[in-house]
């Protein structure tokens, strides 16, 4: 297992700023949806005058930003539960709709939260254990098995240490051969046939010490 | 004349028998029918099998259905979330059974029920544990299973506006299951904030069509809390 520790020097990107690493990589015009978790933050960085529509599957077509505490609408909450809004030309759905249009492969990203990604591109998000005291899958296999693209954000260390970029998924899979790219504290990598490749590292950070700290053959994109 | 109507919580509830199979409309607690499932608890079916995409929170609603033992198998696509704790009390015990479905496949087979499909072909879960017992067919160069329609025997739904046809309306997120609930179950029994005049509703904006609405109470709560 890799758990070797990071040097000093490098600075891993908090949550919010993956997300807003993230949000600057998705294309003018795409429709995206945004699983629960980390994802959902994806949507407070998207610039004001970027048209990028966020789907929410529990029915929003054109959903925007957390609102301000006096603002908020208490019939409108994202995948996530939390509150949020919508924006000018947004609609609304219902759910076999709503997945009608995951499924259907109308949607040109999704971005997706995961406790494992392979280097073949299988991800593991919705349960640790084959024995696990109640598994929740909600909306993960439908969006990992019908949008174009899935990304996925994540941190690139479990908290024990262990690397969640690996050969094979140890968990129960969420979809197989599906994932293109990983946005992790301490890198991006794209999922490509022949496994993972890096296109961009945090400052203070080598090939070398990314790759102790990932199970998971790395290269380096040529760019 | 046709009025869907009902006066009380007895009358609408009325016939749910032991065994049913009841589908609850709601995504986290918007668009939840509360006050119909406080009234199946008063109504006293047991030995039910409950179709929610959540398996409730706290100790109200769905969650004290859960506990007063009066539900055999829950099927549901994301059982655990913040504040679960009766349903993974009962869980962990063994009093219930859960079937996991992915949230769309939960609708679409809702759906399909609805619209006289008996299975369909899906390419969600496909090589994952939930597939395991799942006919599996390749078609055009991709394998998909088979996923059977979910019928209800009662759909218990959230509504904004309703006629005494039965037409109804939803508020923003609030519509998530409810307009699938209510074409795929036997009987389907509407709450609803607002009771407006025949012919009132917008017809463009009328979301669920009185046909799959079977009675109707006036429940005015209000705004959900805001959390």
Known sequence: MATATLPDACKPLTREQI??????????????????????????????????????ENGIL??????????????????????????????????????????????????????????????????????????????????????????????????????????????????????KRVYTNLAVLDVTDDGFVVRDIVPGLTLEALQSVTDAPLRMAIM | MINKIVQSMAEALAGIRDGSVVLLGGFGSVGQPNALIEALIEQ????????????????????RLLELGRVRKIVCSYPRSAGSVVFEEVYRAGKIELEIVPQGTMSERMRAAGAGIPAFYTATAVGTKLATGKEEREIGGRKYLLEEALHGDVALIEAWEADRW????????????????????????????????????????????GIYVGRVVHVAYGEPAVT
């Open chain 2, 44 to 63: 006293g079916a047991k030995d039910l099998t409950v179709v929610s995409n959540n398996a409730g929170t706290g100790r109200s609603g769905l969650a």
């Open chain 2, 166 to 209: 039965g037409n109804l309306t939803y508020r923003s997120s609030a519509r998530n299951f409810n307009p699938v609930m209510a074409m795929a179950a036997e009987l389907t029994v509407a709450q609803a904030q607002h009771i407006v005049e025949l012919g009132a509703l917008d017809p463009e904006k009328i979301a669920t069509p």
């Open chain 1, 62 to 179: 054109g959903m925007g930003p957390v609102p301000a505490p006096a603002a908020i609408n208490p019939w409108l909450i994202n995948a996530g539960k939390q509150y949020v809004t919508l924006r000018g030309g947004g609609s609304y759905m219902h759910a076999a709709d709503s997945f009608a249009l995951i499924r259907g492969g109308h949607l040109d990203l999704c971005v997706l939260g995961a406790f494992q990604v392979a280097e073949n591109g299988d991800v593991a998000n919705w349960s640790i254990s084959d024995n696990d005291s109640a598994p929740a899958v909600g909306g993960a296999m439908d969006l990992a098995a019908g949008a174009r693209q899935l990304w996925v954000l994540m941190e690139h260390q479990t908290k024990s240490g262990d690397s969640r970029l690996v050969r094979r998924c140890s968990y129960p899979l969420t979809a197989l051969g599906v994932v």
């Open chain 1, 19 to 56: 997300a807003a690493r993230l949000a600057r990589d998705i294309p003018e015009g795409w429709y995206v949806n945004l699983g629960i978790g980390a994802p959902l933050k994806v949507a407070d960085y998207l610039p004001a005058e970027r048209e990028v529509i966020f789907h929410s």
